[in-house]
């Protein structure tokens, strides 16, 4: 029996002379067995545990750049997510001129992977938000007190803010150790909630060793959390998608420590397929981004795509919520709502201290602007 096999095109931008076949033939290598070429045994050509070359293709005016369709026998990934990022990048990560712009994953491996639990439409339940997008901020300056920054996720919460999350360097410093800080904001979540009579939920950040993240996912869970803030590559691209499901919580995904791979126009891979597609197949329901015109180097057809690979057809799996941020402002609310529509959780976080010193106040603008956006929206398309 034929053993089932998942696609992955690299764009290859060869750095030496030799003929790109050569180098495609090193990329099916090094990703499986990782030894000589004359060394591979005839049984495993035979069977297909090397990579498969299935195209090659020169770009139109781009001489130097081809695209390479590989494929591998999905048993070599085995339905792990560190199985899979080393068969996808592993050794070739360290070569130069090779990048990652498509994969097409096995009908068994979406489900396997399983995707998000929540999805968009779960978060909209649990919300009770439809027909616009989601309004989301990041709790900022690190430094401040417990009490501080529940202080100020209290007024968000009262303005109507839909998700709160931890800002990514929010972690179990010594002046807001993870547990105090996490009790006390939700605790002034759930007061405000009981106030207005809305819903806002709270993400916290896990980050810290193996036995302290899973700690703050329990804890994070038996303080009535809705969900975690999971940086897949500091504590490790498996860690927080386990313990979310471990825990029943959403996960919101944060893409520090991913920039290495976008910057390099000829490698890595793009940011649709890591923040949007891999994050998607495992178990992101939002996944941040940095929005182009903020303060990062985003493209706005990066950003497209990206927000395409979380909402777009990918098997049985739900869509998720892309969450363009990254130096956004109320004043870009219009442009961002006619750029990603209403399936979006769109994130403001700096901007909003400097809107108003009453976390209150700026909520409510950031909700107003959100839904006089949305309102144009609909009235240009009627």
Not at 135 to 143: D, Q, S
Not at 249 to 270: E, I, K, S, Y
Not at 321 to 346: C, R
Request: hydrophobic residues 40%; aromatic residues 8%.
């Amino acid at each position: 029996m034929t053993a089932p096999r998942f696609h992955v095109t690299y764009r290859v931008t060869p750095d030496d002379s030799r003929p790109i076949e050569s180098h495609a033939k090193d990329i099916c290598i090094e990703e499986t067995v990782e030894i000589p070429e004359d060394c591979v045994p005839k049984g495993h050509w035979e069977a297909g545990i090397v990579g498969i070359i299935e195209q090659i293709t020169e770009r139109p005016g781009a001489p130097a750049d081809y695209d390479v369709r590989i494929s591998y026998r999905t048993d070599i990934a085995n339905e792990a997510i560190p199985n899979l990022l080393n068969v996808l990048f592993g050794n070739i990560s360290i070569r130069r001129g090779i990048k990652i712009i498509g994969v097409e994953f096995t009908q068994a491996q979406l489900e396997a992977f399983g995707g998000p639990r929540f999805g968009i439409d779960g978060i909209r339940r649990d919300l009770g938000v439809s027909g616009r997008p989601l309004a989301t901020t990041a709790i900022k300056p690190l430094g401040l007190s417990s009490r501080e920054l529940a202080a100020l996720c209290g007024g968000y919460a009262r303005g109507g803010l839909d998700v709160i999350k931890d800002d990514h360097g929010l972690i179990d410093q010594h002046f807001h150790p993870f547990e105090e800080r996490v009790s006390r904001i939700q605790d002034e979540i759930r007061t405000a909630n009981a106030r207005t009579g809305g819903v806002t939920h709270y993400y916290p950040m896990l980050a810290g060793r193996f036995d302290q993240v899973e700690s703050q996912a329990a804890f994070a869970k038996q303080q009535g959390c809705y969900g975690v803030l999971v940086p897949p590559l500091l504590i490790g691209p498996d860690t927080g998608f386990y313990l979310a499901r471990k825990y029943d919580l959403a996960v919101m995904t944060h893409p520090t420590f991913t920039g290495t791979h976008f910057h390099d126009p000829r490698h890595g891979m793009t940011p649709a397929i890591l923040l949007g597609t891999l994050f998607r197949l495992f178990g992101a329901d939002i996944s941040v981004f940095p929005n182009s015109g903020g303060r990062f180097t985003f493209s706005g057809q990066e950003c497209q795509d990206l927000a395409a690979a979380l909402r777009g057809p990918l098997g049985a799996l739900k869509p998720a919520f892309p969450s363009p941020a990254g130096g956004m402002t109320i004043e870009k609310v219009g442009a961002m709502v006619e750029a990603f529509g209403d399936d979006t959780a769109l994130l403001i976080g700096g901007a909003l201290l400097r809107y108003s010193p009453d976390p209150e106040v700026s909520a409510r603008a950031f909700v107003s602007a959100l839904e006089a956006a949305v309102a144009a929206r609909k009235e240009k398309r009627s």
